[in-house]
């Protein structure tokens, strides 16, 4: 069984999963106008930045030389260390969907947003920013993973966010990414945990 912790306000609410449950739990955020999902089975925790820049721990994210652009650093959380990757700069990198943007824009963009919610307190982008523990195997048995994310869209039920998965809809060959259409046919994009702790790119942090 596996709790996802959901931490709000300094208030936590933990969220049961297992096998025998109908409902899946998706977490819901955005990239560049792109509406994301991530099982919540496949997460261990869901907290926003401001509780890791400014809490108790006084945690923060500290670079880490001669690391991908993506990767952010090394924070601590709770008595135990995460490797926190940008997931913006790595989609934006790997992923040859992405229509609205330019590489090197959607960078731009991305380590602007970076440099505001981590290092300036007063940014009122911050507000929606999130980490995201990663749990989920995988061979390189990596469980101390974390992704950061801009702007939250909240969580969703599938008992009441149907949604139909499409197939060979893709020409990034990413096993990590798939499509779906919900009921009024907006397009979601499913990032595999599992997957993307698999995939030799995102495993690879090092520029040498």
Known sequence: MNNLVVSNNNQQIAIKNNNTNLATSWIAFEIFGKK???NSKETSGFIPLNE???GAEKGYIEKIPL???WF???CAYKGKLFAISDINLFISEHLSTNENNTENNAENNAENNAENNIENNNSNDKKNAYLILLQ???KH???NAGILIYKSLGL???TSFPLNFLENNNSDNNTWHQQATDKENNIWNILSVKELLNDEKF???NTF
């Open 36 to 38: 994301w999902l991530i």
């Open 52 to 54: 890791i820049i400014n």
């Open 67 to 69: 690391t991908k652009h």
């Open 72 to 74: 952010l650093g090394v």
């Open 136 to 138: 989920a195997e995988n």
């Open 141 to 143: 048995n990596i469980n």
């Open 156 to 158: 969703k039920n599938s």
């Open 203 to 205: 495993f690879n942090i």
